[in-house]
């Protein structure tokens, strides 16, 4: 059975750090695309950052800069790190796996298997 479980989530000041994890089952891991996404009430779901299989990185512009994704694939686990954290950043944060792609891993509406989230909450 595949599955992504996330964790790491909490409240922090505004300009703190925190680091999500994402650990996953049920498939070979290391082949395929893994992403980060959030949703902010109100508001639709985004992609905030990917990983290919080879671990080449792409980010949304409101996170570039202030958020690392990286990969484990010896653990099978998924990584975020956000530092410099804003308000605007609250929200659940989910990971999710595309196991159609291995290498070009842009596009958001490929992910399709996906965590039950972990929720953000940054304080000004």
């Known amino acids: 059975q595949v599955q992504l479980v996330e964790s790491g989530g909490g409240s922090v000041q505004a300009g703190g750090s925190l680091r999500l994890s994402c650990a996953a089952s049920g498939y070979t891991y290391s082949t395929y695309c893994m992403g980060w996404f959030r949703q902010a009430p109100g508001k639709e779901r985004e992609g905030v950052a990917a990983?290919?299989?080879?671990?080449?990185?792409g980010y949304a512009i409101s996170v570039k800069g202030r958020f690392t994704i990286s990969r484990d694939n010896a653990k099978n686990t998924l990584y975020l790190q956000m530092n410099s954290l804003k308000p605007e950043d609250t929200a659940m944060y989910y990971c999710a796996a595309d196991t159609t792609h291995g290498g070009n891993c842009a596009t958001w509406r490929d992910y399709h298997i996906w965590g039950q989230g972990t929720q953000v909450t940054v304080s000004s």
């Open positions: 990983i290919n299989s080879g671990g080449s990185t």
